[in-house]
């Protein structure tokens, strides 16, 4: 327990402990590593310096990037430091002048992005794609068995919890159609969220060498909320033959508070049953010297993510994670097979997710079955894409000790209108 | 004319002045920018604080990254020293000595890599990709003629001119072909080359706002050759939906010197004309405020640079950038009109350089129509795709002023053997 006083049921509690980045409000200062407690931050640096010197440098820069390369042994050693301060009564003159009033700050970018992977492993969102957009065809695509389709998205338009989304022009085909296809350049007016999980990379691995399953927690730093937000037009337009681009490279979203995957022990589930098996460097099974069949390892645990899904202040819909097809290790695991290295900051997204039920499903495309059934909200209002001015809020919770809940951090942003300029016709 | 003695033929002359950034062979010391002149290189440090101390700064770093960061201003200035010290005689005592043979320096990444795109923006490779893979149906995917199609691909794994790439392994369908497929996990037999140019940007811009084609010079730097290095067998099963990932990820060389654009200033030809003519973002004509109508304008140019394709020491072809039909300018302002912003490091590649003619183009995959029809190489051997130990390497000159031709900086790597672990079968 802490000498702090915290609701016993706070989503940010002592088994939480997030990192995250801030400035405080007004000031002009550089941003600062900090770990949230309650409704309040404790910068890291200067109690760090004090209590645990010997990590205090790990927390002299305006960010996690430091933190994030320290590795494992690190990784543990401060949030046993950490929950020490917040726990131990000594330590209590030294650690509560420093808190910060949440409200007081600012969380800005947590961590540098590296490169950023987006990823399909919900196999009910791909199915209801599947539904939506190829109707007669097979639900998968024929390779969505057998690995964990993925694709690099813009590092450099990942912003954090907070920062407007600018609706985004571009092209989609005129109606009424025509062959050759005639376009137009217009803001999207299918402008959709997608709910989901990211996992921060900590520390690299060598160009050349795969990182398997069973490697996952010592890459692996923590998790972040993501909103992967698309722009439907665009993307269908565009899609084919090498991907999504301009349909999602406008902003991608993460939460300021980076959950350590220390925190989510107690979250961790079995993995959703495969048919067919993967190959071995996807099941660890039979591959001599993999231990991804020990029961702690990564290689054989989910997490037991229960996310929501907010529109202006509403929830409309709570996606949950456990059901996803495939794991964040196996996603790592395909990710780096071919010898792709890691680097510090590298993000992952899980891809939307979307539970089999119609309250759990993690995008307009699919709440609203590609704009044919709009939503309707509780405010007496409907949508089948989103508005300008809407503000979405993704949250989350895992199972924390003692049946208590951990919370994530929340990923939360505003709909700014387009931008007419001369790059778009007059209103 | 330089002090130096340079043959007039020497591609890296006076006109050409590349920027790279180098560390000593044999030493220890960090790298340091440096610009080529002949078969010598100039660490550019100590003699800018001697001869142009206001711009010293720029260069006491391991990299290109300030030089890239200070725009246009900085660059036209810093040419324009750099040349003045290289041909005004009373400079010669202080630069001389600075000198260091090429053969005594290791060339590093030139400059950190923020995001990577890469783009498809040859008819003639697109064509040959749809003949031998889209039997009976359009050569050109729908939307080919609308958009510039890219992607964004892996940045942590562009590796400099000279590194070795290790043979990935990855996921196939085994033969026989079944329903549902069945994959086997090998090194693949399919690598590729594939020749390319790559643009590097210097100025960033602004989250939400587009960057119109006559910008394009205020924002890209320079050019590198681009070796986007592809693993056929593992990208034709991975890439429907969401496109090209591991097939592509496990490394993408780029040449240690980047070419300044306006050592390009010769090489500016007409665009490719258009057919259907693109949307205004794309051409520029009647948006009002866009000057690209004007005839230094970057959109109304294209870049005649010649490459040139080596197996072994063996030139297999030689792809016209010329005959691109999107221009550099189109990909960055179709990259952007979305609201995604640059940052400074980011790179885009063309997509493979195929000419028309047979000895014109840019991958294994249209030189031997998919392995169907092997190419002879002089030395008695032949090749479907790429054996271990190959070396490639690409070459590239375009027209300098008098007649004269600049070359670019080399593009070299060699294939080295997949890495067998206990990721991949016994061998």
Redesign the interface.
Known sequence: MSWLTIDPDHPFGIDSLAYGAITIKGGSGPSSPAVRIGDAVLPLHQVCGKLSPEHAQLFDCPNLDRLLAAGPDSWRAIRLAVTDWLTDERHRDIVEPALIDLAAVEVVLPFTV??Y?DF?ASENHASNVGRIFRKGAALL???W???T?????????V?VSGTPV?R????RPAEPATD??????APTDRLDLEAEVGFVVGVGSE????V?LADFDQHVFGVVLLNDWS?RD?QF???????????K???TSISGWVTPLSALTHARVPPVPQD?AP???LSGSG????DAARPDSPGSWNLDLRLEVHLNGQLISQPPFAGMYWTAAQMLA??T???????TG?LYGSGTVSGPHPDELGCLLELTWNGATPLSLPDGTTRRFLHDGDEVVLTATAPGPGGSRIGLGEVRGVV?PA?V?????PP
């Open positions: 590296a490169d992977v399909y695509p024929p390779n068995k057998n690995l389709i993925g694709y690099h998205g813009r590092a450099g338009t912003v600018v985004p022009c571009g092209q050759p296809v005639e376009t137009e350049f160009l050349g060498r795969a398997p722009a665009i337009w565009e899609y084919v033959p090498l991907g999504p681009f301009l349909g490279s406008f902003a067919p190959l071995p460097y591959v001599p010297g993999d395909h990710l097979v071919n010898g792709a290295s890691l680097r590298d700014a931008r300029s001369n790059q778009s016709p």
